[in-house]
């Protein structure tokens, strides 16, 4: 395989078995040959849940698992989307008329914000559209990404169509229309080799674009997904920040193996209302702890911008959540007592569209676990630096502390994650932890490099071959990963 730029990679597709047969789908499908192919990775959250859209750092890898779409633009207006899962039904729609249904988490909705969000992002109109067929080995539903994966790669997908330059700081947008990209004989990726490009401004830029777009379908995630999938490097895991947003390698004890193991348990944080509810209760508990310390409280819209506020550290944030919230469950009433604003107020400016009808929001608790855990991140990533004899105990204990946080004071994890975490702690886990958004999904353990085959066969037996979950195939639900890397263009030479 031979590189060409940092985000483009030349490759004889014969040699590639699954881009092999993607073409050949491809070809099947739609009657030509791709002009190009993206990949976009999913990810494992090491630590830090549930506190990206607080404004807290978080600490993923990239997984191996990945989106992969072929394309080819076409001179027609249409979006035509086919899934080599026959589960995930064609589409097509107008590239200029883009409707995304938020009632349905249907799988194309996702590739229309990855188009949306570039679309928009450019004020562009009148575009021309594309055959793509898009590939997936992401377990869906299980807290791996596989849907902030598929927004970004179809972001990556219509950004190389059209052209289109990032880093508008850098050079002028180097705007070419599909028309003209087809005039110039279509070579797709010439945004790529500009010489003023910058891969991590640009990424930085996608990332945000995209993590932006998926909120098209309604869910208000926090932008870890998106960052990780388009700055990942492979062998390192990264310490994501936000405002400005930027990722620093973290690298993982060469003693221990993160291993995935899923539940089996789908959870779609798009198809509930769990995952806006924790966002919404979050915002709560800001906007009190503001007016509690005689801030401006109406602007205030996260957690960390109360800390940042203040000038105190995450330790002293926890003292003021005690002294400031109360354990029992806040009702709406009460929320508009201590803001001093009406019912009408607080429903229309603010709570979310899908938030109008929750009675009660646990303000203490949620808050606790986010300066609790964005805590941890800090401390996993310093022990990490520090690499003390004893760090994958130490790295274990703050995965377990993660966990139970999750499950006692977020109330985001399930019976079966629960259970699934004991049996890896109990197999030789150091640690071991729910990942995503939880309610569901999969668990990350750090396990010692020497007990791996034993933990995995002892897993496998006590979780898997103990009850119809032996159904999933196992290659997916239990596995070691290494940090991978992220997103890419594939060009034939
Ligand atoms: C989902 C969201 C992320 C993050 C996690 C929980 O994956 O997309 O932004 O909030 O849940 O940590």
């Known amino acids: 395989m031979a590189t060409e730029g940092p985000a483009t990679r030349r490759v004889q597709v014969a040699e590639h078995p699954r881009l092999l047969k993607l073409k050949e789908m491809f070809n099947s499908k739609f009657g030509s040959i791709p002009k190009f192919y993206v990949r976009a990775p999913g990810r494992v959250n090491i630590i830090g849940e549930h506190i990206d859209y607080c404004g807290y750092s978080v600490l993923p890898m990239a997984v191996e698992q990945d989106m992969l779409i072929a394309v080819e633009p076409v001179k027609t207006h249409i979006l035509q989307l086919a899934n080599t899962n026959p589960l995930y039904p064609d589409f097509s729609t107008n590239a200029n008329n883009i409707q995304i249904d938020k009632t349905k988490p249907l799988w194309h909705n996702y590739f229309l914000c990855g188009f949306k969000g570039i679309q928009e992002h450019f004020g562009l109109s009148n575009l021309t559209g594309m055959n793509c067929l898009v590939d997936g080995n992401i377990p869906p539903s299980s807290g791996l990404s596989s849907s902030s994966a598929l927004v970004c790669c179809a972001g990556l997908v219509t950004l190389t169509v059209l052209g289109m330059n990032l880093s508008k700081g850098l050079k002028t947008p180097n705007l070419i229309s599909i028309n003209n990209y087809t005039k110039l004989g279509g070579t797709a990726v010439g945004w790529m080799g500009s010489d003023s490009f910058s891969p991590s401004r640009a990424w930085v830029e996608l990332a945000e674009i995209c993590a932006k777009s998926e909120r098209y379908i309604g869910t208000e995630g926090g932008g870890m997904d998106q960052s990780i999938s388009f700055l990942a490097e492979e062998g390192t895991a ?55 310390k005689s801030l401006q ?25 005690e002294d400031a919230l109360h354990s029992e469950p806040y ?24 938030t109008q009808d929750v009675l009660t929001f646990k303000l203490y608790q949620r808050a606790k676990h986010v300066f609790s855990e964005a805590a941890r991140v800090l401390q996993f990533k310093k022990i990490c630096e520090d690499a003390p004899d ?23 994890s399930c019976p079966e994650l629960d259970q699934l975490v004991d049996i890896c702690r109990k197999f030789g886990a150091q640690g071991s932890r729910l990942t995503g958004a939880g309610w569901g999904g999969c668990t990350v353990s750090i396990v010692p490099a020497d007990k791996l085959p034993s933990f995995l066969a002892n897993v496998h037996e006590s979780y898997y071959q103990r009850s119809d979950r032996s159904l999933a195939p196992e290659k997916q639900s239990l596995f070691a990963t290494k940090p991978g890397g992220g997103a890419l263009v594939f060009l034939e030479p």
């Open 297 to 321: 409280w109406d602007k205030v819209l996260r957690l960390e911008e109360v800390q940042a506020k203040l000038g105190v550290s995450l330790e002293e944030m926890l003292l003021v959540t």
């Open 238 to 292: 990264k310490l994501i920040e936000f405002s400005p947003l930027r990722a620093t390698d973290v690298k993982l004890p060469s003693g221990a193996v993160f291993v995935i193991a899923n539940s089996c348990v789908e959870m779609n944080k798009a198809a509930t209302s769990h995952f806006n509810i924790r966002v919404m209760e979050c915002r709560l508990a800001a906007k009190l702890l503001a007016k509690h």
């Open 331 to 354: 009702s709406p009433e009460e929320i508009c007592e201590c803001l001093g604003i009406s019912l009408e107020e607080f429903r229309t400016q603010i709570l979310s569209p899908n």
């Open 390 to 412: 004893n760090m994958v105990q130490l790295l274990g204990d703050l995965m377990n502390q993660s966990h139970m946080s999750c499950r006692d004071m977020y109330e985001c």
